[in-house]
């Protein structure tokens, strides 16, 4: 059995998509020849906590932690709520007061590629100690924090251990890079950062089909696209909301605030009373206060239940009772790269889903392989309406149901079949 040392800031009980993926992984790797050992910050900042996620954590894992510096608990003095949004990458260019702006400034320049950066030479220092009396055949480091491939850099050239450097989100072209106010060395430092990590790694994890393009630009070392994915609910119980629901699961802040879709369901409910009466918008997550003024103001208040973070299982419940699942990405180029995790576990709760994003974006993709609902972009109004009219129709008849296909092989036991795959073909 293969020794897999995996380097990772979130882990239960942090809450929120993060988390996600390598516990996932760590939990099917024994079945496919891989021993994980895990290593964690002791005193993590961690701006979403859910403890029901802690019950997931598979015994006789090996789990080595290390005490971490960070600032965030120094810049909550300021405002507890920004310093939250602020770690977690949830950044607004609107209506930032000056402590913001500064806070901003600080975590772009002083900390760099993110405030994490300070665990990495004591983690360094204990791993090197650690490989030399416990051997590993791998290390794999995931981000963000995109600073914990640094302690791969640093290992790998101390140890000359084989590496894989995994990418859940891409590093200096993410959508809030540029809200960072880098100054211009900043920014050369980022790119020569993460240049270094690109071309020092033994293999390239990343999770969408953009991103390895993007990164194929800069490196030669192999590139593996391995996706977000879904577990089987096999204790849930779907019981359809008897609403038409449309249900979005997860953060939705103001720079992705779908005012487009408010438009179109508040022109519908104007021209349908029975629709007007049956609507019920469910909002699961931290919503911005111009989300829920948007929805105000299209006269859809009574129709909106804005229910705040739930844990996991809640949310996996919650997905499976909608009649509706809604996606909703930024207007942008550069989040067509992005696939949202909460996408793999709307296919397994097989509910109809109405993504809307940029043109060319890999969910689109995913979303007609999969047959599972459609995507719009943000051009599309009258399509997009049709569509929602077609779907309660449906609803009224008894017949909303989704006939998708191709998602086994987005299941968390097949992609931890294909990670282990690239870790033994490499060694």
């Known amino acids: 059995m293969k020794r897999a040392l995996i380097i990772t800031y979130y882990w239960p009980p942090a809450g929120g998509p993060g988390v996600q993926r390598w516990l996932k992984f760590v939990t099917y790797f024994k079945e496919f020849g891989i021993e994980p050992i895990v290593y964690i910050p002791e005193n993590p900042h961690y701006p979403l906590v859910d403890q029901n996620i802690v019950s997931e954590v598979p015994s006789g ?56 950066i300070g665990w990495v030479k004591p983690s360094v220092k204990y791993l090197s100690e650690y490989i030399k009396e416990n051997p ?48 211009k060395s900043s920014e050369k430092k980022h790119k020569k950062l993460e240049a270094q990590t690109l071309t020092s790694a033994d293999r390239i994890v990343v999770t ?11 490196t030669k070392t192999p590139i593996v696209v391995i996706t977000n994915g879904y577990d089987n609910s096999g204790d849930i119980n779907s019981v359809l909301d008897t609403s038409f629901s449309l249900a979005h699961i997860g953060s939705l802040l103001s720079e992705r605030n ?10 519908i409910c ?10 019920k918008i469910k909002l699961v997550g931290a919503i911005s206060e111009d989300v829920i003024s948007s929805i105000h103001s299209y006269g859809l208040k009574g129709n909106c ?3 705040g973070y739930v844990s996991h299982k809640e949310a996996l419940q919650l997905q499976h009772n909608a009649q509706v ?30 993504a809307m994003g940029p043109s060319g974006s890999d969910v689109e993709s995913i979303i007609m392989e999969t047959n599972s609902g459609k995507y719009f972009n943000y051009t599309e109004e009258e399509k997009l309406k049709e569509q929602i009219v077609s779907y309660y129709n449906k609803f009224k ?28 073909k490499m060694l």
């Open 325 to 354: 699942l809604l996606l909703v990405e930024m207007d942008r180029p550069e989040t067509r790269a992005i696939i949202p995790g909460k996408l793999f576990e709307y296919l397994a709760a097989e509910r109809p889903i109405i």
């Open 305 to 307: 239940d804005v229910m």
């Open 208 to 218: 969408s089909p953009s991103t390895k393009k993007e990164f194929e630009q800069i």
């Open 258 to 267: 779908p005012i487009l879709l408010w438009k179109v369901l508040s022109e």
């Open 136 to 183: 590993i055949d791998v290390i794999i480091t995931t981000g963000p924090p995109h600073s914990l491939h640094l302690i791969g850099l640093k290992l790998k050239e101390e140890l000359a251990i084989k590496w894989i450097a995994d990418f859940r989100d891409p590093w200096t072209t993410i959508h809030y890079h540029k809200s960072l106010k880098l100054s």
């Open 61 to 116: 894992i090996e789990i080595l932690k290390q005490a971490i510096r960070e600032p965030y608990g120094f810049a909550k003095v300021f405002s507890k709520k920004k310093t939250n949004q602020i770690s977690s990458g949830i950044i607004t260019n609107k209506k930032q007061s000056f402590s913001e702006k500064l806070m901003l400034w600080i975590r772009g320049n002083f900390f760099i590629p993110d405030a994490r």
């Open 397 to 424: 008849q008894g017949e909303l149901i989704v006939e998708s296909q191709n998602i086994s092989k987005y299941s968390r036991r097949e992609l931890t079949h294909k990670m282990s795959e690239v870790i033994k």
């Open 270 to 279: 104007t021209e349908n009373e029975s629709f007007a009466q049956e609507l």
